[in-house]
Antibody, heavy 121, light 107 residues
Framework: EVQLLESGGGLVQPGGSLRLSCAASGFTFSNYAITWVRQAPGKGLEWVAGISGSDDSTNYADSVKGRFTISRDNSKNTLYLQMNSLRAEDTAVYYC??????????????WGQGTLVSVSS | EIVMTQSPATLSVSPGERATLSCRASQSVSSNLAWYQQKPGQAPRLLIYGASTRATGIPARFSGSGSGTAFTLTISSLQSEDFAIYYCQQYNNWPRTFGQGTKVEIK
């Protein structure tokens, strides 16, 4: 059974940093691209960033480019999202999701339960 | 950026009735379109990919159609567990973008 478990969320002040983790199990982690999607309170879904299975290709939404960094450790079956220069508009539940293939970040087959990031002073 | 527009925003349907949800793209996304279901307090669940292929374990009452800029998700006979918010998502262009969602509520 595919499982994705996010952690690392919490309350942070504007301008601060946070690192999210997503621990994966139930599939060969290194064989799949993985992505982060967020959802602001009461709002819709926003794709944030994605990374290929081998870690050699990453893509970002313009809203986070230059501030967020996606990475993965295939030896630990774990995905990360380093978030710097956080803003109030980054407040959201952050989901990690397994993509359908190794390289392409297309549609999102399985999702974790999410971790809440709140940016406020 | 491709803008995905879903309609209606809210759809009121009686159990057992048919529901038809629409998703339009601001430019062609070919058949690179997925649909997700989200219930309150839960993560989204993949329903359809490739515009018309059901994901693993998705009941046959869910069907998708369309290509280019116009897409439809049809739920043939609504069950109680189908009342939720539905999102479309294109994966033809960067960045990947979602529609704003259609809430299917009990009439």
């Amino acid at each position: 059974e595919v499982q994705l478990l996010e952690s690392g969320g919490g309350l942070v002040q504007p301008g601060g940093s946070l690192r999210l983790s997503c621990a994966a199990s139930g599939f060969t982690f290194s064989n799949y691209a993985i992505t982060w999607v967020r959802q602001a309170p009461g709002k819709g879904l926003e794709w944030v960033a994605g990374i290929s299975g081998s870690d050699d290709s990453t893509n970002y939404a313009d809203s986070v480019k230059g501030r967020f960094t996606i990475s993965r450790d295939n030896s630990k079956n774990t995905l990360y999202l380093q978030m710097n220069s956080l803003r109030a508009e980054d407040t959201a539940v952050y989901y990690c999701a397994k993509c359908s293939g190794y390289y392409n970040i297309e549609y999102f087959q399985y999702w974790g339960q999410g971790t809440l990031v709140s940016v406020s002073s | 950026e491709i803008v995905m527009t879903q309609s209606p925003a809210t759809l009121s349907v009686s159990p057992g009735e048919r529901a038809t949800l629409s998703c339009r793209a601001s430019q062609s996304v070919s058949s690179n379109l997925a649909w997700y279901q989200q219930k309150p307090g839960q993560a989204p669940r993949l329903l359809i990919y490739g515009a018309s292929t059901r994901a693993t374990g998705i009941p046959a009452r869910f069907s998708g159609s369309g290509s280019g800029t116009a897409f439809t998700l049809t739920i043939s006979s609504l069950q109680s567990e189908d009342f939720a918010i539905y999102y479309c998502q294109q994966y033809n262009n960067w960045p990947r973008t979602f529609g704003q969602g259609t809430k299917v509520e009990i009439k």
